[in-house]
């Protein structure tokens, strides 16, 4: 692949006027010609470009410093020696000496036909690049494309030498690619691949720039700035739309138009990448803008993974509690808590887990914050016991990524130990998602834990995840029942319909429901009327402090 529309330069370096003319008038028409009249001084053009240089022709005789010194200097050179030389001479025997000192071609003096000139610049040139990028790389064998390695390449190579143009980051990516395969089988994924393939090559060709796979059903693209894609969105979704019956498949594509000059290119797709997913899971659109917002966002994100570590250590990291009160008595018992985290940043102010849990999550770090919290919590229980000599069991939220790790349940045994509580005293709320990802695996681990007599809530039961069916195999202790129900509980007849089904659910698997949300007499009453045991909310007090909660205790 040698690119055209490029103005390579090349240096002609001449002690002789006249044939520095005469070769330059040649080579002008292509070329961006560059001159020098002995050795010394081509050192000084070849270090100033660099790279940047595509070729060197280079006369042998001359003053000051000789043409074999100057291929002798640039051999030395890591850089230097991958740019190709073209020896011109008019003596055969000068031939091999300078293939020796890594000549890659002749031009003999007196000048031939410019054409033939010119056709043995252009090859070397070529050969030389593609030389280059070769080393590194292949191109993708399903889809013909650049491979990712070979396409940053090309990218790199693009940039120098169109300094200052400014180019785009496009990333496409299939939604549920994985569910399309599993539908129609690899062989038709495959074809649905290729289909994109196709679409985003014609794209990249007719606009100047270069497409690659970079794996599965991800793309990219490198195009010199548009403002808008909707084009090629379109040709995309025409293009797969109509391939078999895929009615539902639908393409993100992720842009990134800020990317500065000292921006690394993968960093410039990753960003073009994390636009694109925030369309994930959204019907009708299909286009997304890496944008300042997303920009702060990312930095933001950026200094909270860094931040984290220390946090703990410095004890930014804070856990309230938010009572849960036993409603099944005439007045309220005070019989639980929640332990909810909140990070005390020095530059950010008091975060809610709503900015930082789910980032945790992604990267593991979520392990690190939830160990700390249990260990909090564990010792709560404990103060609680020594200094108003009452149990209240502390629920802490068990995310999905802690569930994974194979050593959790010996961990947790280590904390209430190292506390000197009970299992029983911490209450682990699992959330509804995590059942229904590797479900087999979550059992086991759920088993383990209420064997060894730790209490297993399901958190935000409801959100929508779990089949009737599934629940019926699932060990649980308690219903934990999602927010959402209990808004408009008292408007909406179907709200209260709803509750009423979860409660029976709840009996028929013989698990008391504990609902959290709670805001209002009106809601506690009816949910007294319907059977629920424990509450959660606002009604009776928000997540509190240590100290605050002492007098809750005393209170009761
Ligand atoms: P969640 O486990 O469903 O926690 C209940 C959330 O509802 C808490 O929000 C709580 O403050 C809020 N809430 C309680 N009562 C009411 C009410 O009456 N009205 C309203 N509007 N809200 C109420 P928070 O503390 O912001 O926590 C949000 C989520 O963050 C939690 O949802 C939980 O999933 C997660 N989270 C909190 N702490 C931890 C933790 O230590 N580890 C992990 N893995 N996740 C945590
Ligand atoms: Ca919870
Ligand atoms: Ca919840």
Known sequence: MYFSNIKRNVLVVDDEEINREILGGILEEHYNVLYAEDGKKAMSV????????????????????????????????????????????????????????????????????????????????????????????????????????????????????????????????INHFHLYNELYGIPEGNKAIKKVADILRKYAEENDGIACRSEGDNFSLYLPHRDSYEDLAKEIRDGIYFAEDVYNTQIRLGINQQIDEDDRLEMAFDRARMAGDTIADKQNRFIAYYDSEMRKQQIFEERLIRDIAN???????????????????????????????????????????????????????????????????????????????????????VSRIDIQDPDIVAELLQIVKDADVAPSDLHLEITESAYASDTKQLIETVDRFRKEGFVIEMDDFGSGYSSLN????????????????????????????????????????????????????????????????????????????????????REA
């Open 46 to 173: 070849i270090e100033e470009q660099g790279p940047l240089l595509s070729l060197v022709l280079l006369d042998l005789m001359m003053p000051v410093m000789d043409g074999f010194a100057v291929m002798e200097k640039m051999q030395e050179d890591v850089v230097y020696k991958n740019i190709p030389i073209i020896v011109l001479t008019s003596e055969e025997s000068a031939e091999i000496e300078s293939l020796k000192k890594g000549a890659a071609d002749f031009i003999k003096k007196p000048y031939d036909m410019p054409e033939k000139i010119i056709a043995r610049v252009k090859r070397i040139i070529a050969l030389y690049e593609e030389r280059m990028i070769i080393q590194s790389t292949e191109r993708d064998e399903l889809t013909g494309l650049l491979s990712r390695n070979y396409f940053y390449e090309y990218a790199s190579l693009q940039d120098k030498f169109n300094p200052g143009r400014r180019m785009d980051a496009v990333t496409v990516n």
């Open 470 to 553: 599934m629940l019926t195999s699932l060990p649980i202790d308690i219903l934990k029942v999602d927010m959402r129900f209990v808004e408009d509980l008292l408007k909406d007849q179907k709200r209260m319909r709803m509750m009423e089904l979860v409660v029976e659910i709840a009996e028929f698997l013989e698990v008391p429901v504990t609902v959290e949300g709670v805001e209002e007499k009106e809601q506690v009453d009816a949910l007294k009327k319907l059977g629920v045991r424990m509450i959660q909310g606002y009604y009776f007090s928000k997540p509190v402090s240590e100290r605050e909660f002492a007098y809750l205790i």
């Open 311 to 397: 946090a703990i250590v410095k004890g930014e990291i804070k856990v309230m509690y938010q009572p849960k009160y036993d409603i099944t008595k005439d007045a309220p018992a005070l019989k639980g808590a929640e332990a909810l985290v909140r990070w005390n940043h020095p530059e950010f102010g008091m975060l809610s887990p709503g900015s930082f849990i789910s980032l945790f999550e992604e990267n593991g770090m979520i392990q690190m914050m939830d160990r700390y919290v249990w260990q909090q919590a564990a010792l709560q229980v404990k103060k609680w016991k020594d200094e108003f000599d009452v149990t209240i069991p502390i629920s802490v939220n």
